[in-house]
């Protein structure tokens, strides 16, 4: 009988231990993801001009020529050429600015040249592209667009795998030297609490870490 006692004993005081476990490694995660402060709401900058970077497409339209216009892809070293345009960087720079460099080269050939530059698919350079990390169902590097949200990513990457600690993500914003912000997916994804959506800004860096099951 004093044996099964003690057995017993010795069963809750285990148990008492691995909850007490259990509960610190829940308070831990708790306090990583409360470390940093909340991402604001709004975070788009009104006057955002799209940069052009590898692997957009461009439709360069040389008005009274048309023999001129065309559609060029810009090459993996941020360069394009066209006939008489030849190794022209346009890698970092806004169509408007193109239009202006490719009006200038096809001076010394044609006069008065005028020139609209129209992007028509949309990769942008690395620095400007949106990065999921972690616990997406598809991570990978997307595209800024202006005004884009959380929300929107969340939809482009597929949702959360079903380890994520959605509400432990994360953002690294390197427009504001890598300051660190949380969000909360799981609220925004699984219970559709719009007020956890928030925007997005060049160069992001969306982290969502595995949850303790």
Do not use: H
Request: proline residues 7%; hydrophobic residues 40%; neutral net charge.
């Amino acid at each position: 009988m004093n044996s099964f006692l003690s057995t017993t004993s010795i069963i809750k005081r285990l148990s008492r231990v691995i909850l007490t476990g259990l509960a610190a490694v829940w308070l831990a995660g708790c306090a990583t993801s409360g470390n940093y402060p909340a991402a604001p709401t709004m975070a788009a900058t009104p006057d955002y001009n799209y940069i052009v970077g590898p692997g957009d497409n461009l439709n360069i339209i040389v008005w009274r020529n048309p023999e001129l216009s065309m559609s060029v892809p810009v090459r993996p070293d941020g360069k394009l050429a066209t006939p008489l345009v030849d190794e022209l960087v346009v890698q970092g720079k806004t169509s408007t600015e193109i239009a202006r460099d490719v009006e200038k080269a096809l001076s010394k050939l044609v006069r008065d040249p005028v020139v609209t530059v129209i992007v028509t698919s949309f990769v942008g350079p690395y620095s400007e592209q949106i990065r999921v990390v972690g616990e997406a169902a598809k991570p990978q590097a997307l595209p800024y667009k202006q005004k884009m949200t959380l929300l929107d990513v969340m939809i482009a990457v597929g949702g959360l795998t079903d380890f994520a600690d959605g509400n432990a993500a994360s953002i690294t914003r390197a427009s504001e030297g890598d300051k660190r912000y949380s969000v909360r997916l799981k609220d925004l994804i699984k219970r559709g609490d719009i007020s956890a959506n928030v925007e997005m800004k060049p160069g992001d860096v969306l982290i969502i870490p595995q949850g303790w099951f």
